[in-house]
């Protein structure tokens, strides 16, 4: 069964720091490339950041770029999303999403709050 299972969300107040994790099960994690997408109050699904399945090449939404960094540790089979400088903009739920040959597998999503 796969799973994907996000930690790290919480408060924090502007210009502050949070790294998420994305603990991943049942299934070949190196060979997929894996995701962040948010969803903040009220609105939709919004893509942040991917990085491919050997860790070689990263990309990151405009709203993100130069703030978030994602990597992976594909022998603890997890993918983080190391966020600085959040804004209130960022409070979102926050998912980690597997892709692999037309198929995604998402996490269930960790909260973020910017708020001081």
């Known amino acids: 069964e796969v799973q994907l299972v996000e930690s790290g969300g919480g408060l924090v107040q502007p210009g502050g720091s949070l790294r998420l994790s994305c603990a991943a099960s049942?299934?070949?994690?190196?060979?997929?490339?894996m995701n962040w997408v948010r969803q903040a109050p009220g609105k939709g699904l919004q893509w942040i950041s991917t990085i491919s399945s050997g860790g070689s090449m990263r990309s990151y939404a405009d709203s993100v770029k130069g703030r978030f960094t994602i990597s992976r540790d594909n022998s603890k089979k997890t993918v983080y999303l190391q966020m600085n400088s959040l804004n209130p903009e960022d409070t979102a739920v926050y998912f980690c999403?597997?892709?692999?040959?037309?198929?995604?597998?998402w996490g269930k999503g960790t909260q973020v709050t910017v708020s001081s």
């Open positions: 999403k597997g892709s692999k040959g037309g198929r995604d597998d």
């Open positions: 049942g299934f070949t994690f190196s060979s997929y490339y």
